[in-house]
């Protein structure tokens, strides 16, 4: 089983949409998690933390449930400028230092 | 807003030759790491490094590689005796040493291609 799993996609969306993308991880022992945004052939760029209790920032909002290891991301009123792809990412504990990303998942938006 | 530089953002090298990627954390941080992503793929953990010496390294981080702090602001990445297969993106991260913040930071990353 990989360590971080999620859909490839790609999510093709109209602007003004709301999508949702979903991630999960294998270790239990799992920290921190986080999103990460990557646009064709650059790096990738922290979007935010995820918090147990959940977090917002603007139209994007992050949840996490440590019982079903899972980690989801919402974006509200999908932009252009959105179209990326979103890296799941998690560290585990232990090693305090390395970040485990997933493949990815690519999200197209459209006029 | 304080941001990770890397060079060059682009390497071609022939097989077999030495190489250095050469990165520049953002300054008061303390935590620094490598990673490399193949064309296509995931973005992979290379080694992180802390206090001088290496914390963590992965199976990809064999004898070929190796890491260095020369001077108070540089940190490098130094490829032995490149092969076809270490074509990739290489990035250089950091991090702030603050207990709680886990945060890691992305330089531009610089392209390797080994012919």
């Known amino acids: 089983r990989k360590e971080v799993e999620q859909d490839p996609g790609p999510f093709n969306v109209p602007e003004g949409a709301t999508v949702a993308f979903n991630c999960t991880y294998s270790n239990s022992a799992s920290q921190s998690f986080f999103w990460y945004r990557q646009d064709c052939r650059k790096e990738p760029k922290l979007l935010m933390s995820v918090y147990s209790s959940g977090n917002e920032d603007g139209r994007f909002t992050a949840q996490l449930n440590r019982a079903s290891q899972y980690i989801s991301l919402l974006i509200r009123d999908s932009k252009l400028s959105d179209s990326a792809t979103y890296l799941c990412?998690?560290?585990?504990?232990?090693?305090?230092?390395?970040?485990?990303f997933g493949t990815g998942t690519r999200l197209q938006v459209t006029l | 807003e304080p941001e990770v530089t890397q060079t060059p953002s682009h390497q071609v090298t022939q097989m077999g030759q030495e190489v250095i990627l050469r990165c520049v954390p953002i300054?008061?941080?303390?935590?620094f790491y490598w990673y490399r992503q193949i064309l296509g793929q995931k973005v992979e953990f290379l080694v992180s490094f802390y206090n001088n010496e290496i914390s963590e390294k992965s199976e990809i981080f064999d004898d070929q590689f190796s890491v260095e702090r020369p001077d108070g602001s540089n940190f490098t990445l130094k490829i032995r005796s490149t092969k076809l297969e270490d074509s990739a993106m290489y990035f250089c991260a950091s991090r702030r040493r603050d207990r709680g913040f886990f945060e890691q930071y992305f330089g531009p990353g610089t392209r390797l291609t080994v012919t």
């Open positions: 300054s008061n941080h303390l935590y």
């Open positions: 990412v998690v560290l585990n504990t232990g090693t305090a230092s390395k970040l485990t």
